[in-house]
């Protein structure tokens, strides 16, 4: 059975940090480009960071290019989302997600078939 579990999310302050985590059981990573999705209440599902297979390649959406990396360990069979800076607008259920229709690519856009069920971020003073 295919599964991809997120961990790492919690309640933090803006400008901190949190590191997100999607690891996988049933299948390895490394022949799937990952990404990672959000979700805020009342608004639409949108991307924010996906990496290809091999982790050469990398997309981040606008609003958190320079704050957000993400990165891959495959012997872990685990991908990371590291945030930093952290803003009120961040707050959002973070899913991540597999796609083998084309893991060379690194975009938000391709079919993510694999998906998990999603950890609460939430940025608040």
């Known amino acids: 059975q295919l599964q991809l579990v997120e961990s790492g999310g919690g309640l933090v302050q803006p400008g901190g940090s949190l590191r997100l985590s999607c690891t996988a059981s049933g299948f390895t990573l490394d022949s799937y480009a990952i990404g990672w999705f959000r979700q805020a209440p009342g608004k639409e599902r949108e991307g924010v960071s996906c990496i290809n297979s091999s982790g050469s390649s990398t997309n981040y959406r606008d609003s958190v290019k320079g704050r957000f990396t993400i990165s891959r360990d495959n012997a872990k069979n685990t991908v990371y989302l590291q945030m930093n800076s952290l803003k009120p607008e961040d707050t959002a259920v973070y899913y991540c997600?597999?796609?083998?229709?084309?893991?060379?690519?690194?975009?938000?856009?391709?079919?993510?078939?694999?998906w998990g069920q999603g950890t609460q971020v939430t940025v608040s003073s």
């Open positions: 997600a597999a796609s083998d229709s084309a893991p060379e690519s690194s975009s938000c856009h391709t079919p993510y078939d694999y």
